[in-house]
């Protein structure tokens, strides 16, 4: 079973800046999508940015020209650097993948999210 670790997370000031990293552990055969979404308190779960394995990227527009979103397919990792952080940043970070495992079959797994808290 394909399981993805989070880190990264953590408080930041207005303006500050903050890397999120996602591993996928187990063996990985192929990784198509790999994104990001969060939930902020009371709002449902968004899409941050994903990244495809043929290279297609896509952003939320609330965050286009502050993060980038980025991946390794060696380490089955995704990272998203996220820039200019506001206040409406502030929710819990998930990471979702899916692929196929090591015994080709499919899965589609999820982080178990990380804190971003932008406060002065």
């Known amino acids: 079973q394909v399981q993805l670790v989070e880190s990264g997370g953590g408080l930041v000031q207005p303006g500050g800046s903050l890397r999120l990293s996602c591993a996928a552990s187990?063996?990985?055969?192929?990784?198509?999508?790999m994104g990001w979404y969060r939930q902020a308190p009371g709002k449902q779960r968004e899409l941050v940015a994903v990244?495809?394995?043929?290279?297609?990227?896509n952003y939320a527009d609330s965050v286009k020209g502050r993060f980038t979103i980025s991946r390794d397919n060696a380490k089955s990792t995704v990272y998203l650097q996220m820039n200019s952080l506001k206040p409406e940043d502030t929710a819990v970070y998930y990471c979702?993948?899916?692929?196929?495992?090591?015994?080709?079959?499919?899965?589609?797994?999820w982080g178990q999210g990380t804190q971003v808290t932008v406060s002065s």
């Open positions: 990244t495809t394995s043929i290279g297609i990227t």
């Open positions: 187990g063996i990985v055969f192929s990784i198509n999508a």
């Open positions: 979702n993948m899916d692929g196929l495992d090591g015994r080709r079959r499919s899965f589609d797994s």
